[in-house]
């Protein structure tokens, strides 16, 4: 038997015992096994010394992997509204399992997962060290703190956790932070948090610093500073902004501060607000001044 025969029957057996936990109502052990699974897809795909497989098996198994990912968010948060069933997942069996030979269309209509690091379970200790080896994939764009003035105040804000009813089911979560004018004008570059790794009931942990770029008595009248939480959807092959928040100069005070959520699109002239639940989950902060 080929090593790339073996292979497949490893993949298939794996994709088995996935189906079978899931079934079972294992869940837990049902997304390990699909992970480990789309990853050993994904490095697959992405390996471009690996002559086993054409373009077009590759591209096969992208979507595979795609949809393994998907059956782990839909099994992450039992109340997705995307929910991707495990019968839907039992009719791709053939394709793994005959990969080599299959030659019919993908019964869904998915895209390969782009290149971005898949997680097998138990590799999240490895993350920070990873996550400076990949720059540009979640691995944030904070700013430096400015050099202090004398009589000048500098904000230094924490991005502690934000609460959200399907918390578990966000694939790479972040945060971007921007200052705006009263017209939504750009008064900084735009930062963004690292991905969030920490996730538990209804939270998503960041625990980031974000330093303003700007001197607190030089920002206008009618400022705000907009957070907008984003996520990756890996049916639709791009990343979504899912809710907003914003807090406005009156606000900027030492100390800890929980502000609400809003529906997207974001409104960053802040006229058209509607609240993104009435449950009390809000994004909360802490605030530090210095002043020299």
């Keep these: ?3 790339v025969t073996k292979t497949v029957q490893k993949w298939h057996a794996n994709f088995k015992k996935g189906t079978d936990f899931d079934s079972w109502g294992q869940l837990v052990e ?33 979507k595979f992997a795609t949809c393994l990912e998907m059956r ?5 948060c039992t109340q997705s509204q995307e929910e ?33 690091r898949i997680l097998a379970p138990g590799e999240e ?13 979640g691995a944030g764009k904070l700013l430096p703190r400015l050099p202090s003035e004398p009589g000048m105040t500098l904000l230094t804000l924490t991005i502690e ?4 009813q399907d918390a578990g089911q966000c694939i790479d979560p972040y945060i971007t932070v921007s200052v705006k004018d009263v017209n939504g004008i750009d008064l900084n570059p735009v930062q963004e948090t690292p991905v969030a790794t920490r996730k538990e009931d209804t939270y998503i942990h960041f625990s980031v610093d974000v330093e303003i770029q700007k001197h607190v008595e030089k920002l206008p009248k009618g400022t705000a500073i907009f957070f907008e939480f984003k996520h990756y959807k890996p049916k639709k092959r ?35 607000l509607n609240l993104l639940t009435k ?14």
């Design 72 to 76: 782990s968010a839909s099994l992450h």
């Design 125 to 137: 200790e490895n993350l920070e060290l990873e996550e400076e080896l990949d720059a540009g994939t």
């Design 84 to 116: 991707f069933k495990l019968e839907d997942l039992k009719k791709l069996e053939p394709i793994i399992k005959n990969i080599l030979t299959y030659n019919k269309g993908f019964p869904f209509d998915v895209q390969p997962v782009p290149l971005r």
């Design 1 to 3: 038997m080929s090593d």
């Design 238 to 272: 791009f990343t979504s902004t899912k809710c907003f928040a914003f807090m406005e100069m009156d606000e900027i005070k030492p100390g800890p501060i929980v502000i609400e959520l809003y529906k997207k699109p974001t409104d960053f002239k802040r006229k058209k």
């Design 161 to 164: 956790k934000i609460g959200l």
């Design 279 to 292: 449950k009390p989950l809000y994004l909360h902060l802490n605030q530090t001044l210095h002043k020299d």
């Design 30 to 62: 049902a997304i390990d096994e699909y992970q480990i699974l789309a990853r050993q897809l994904q490095k697959e795909v992405q390996s471009s010394n690996s002559h086993d497989f054409t373009e077009e098996q590759k591209k096969t198994l992208g």
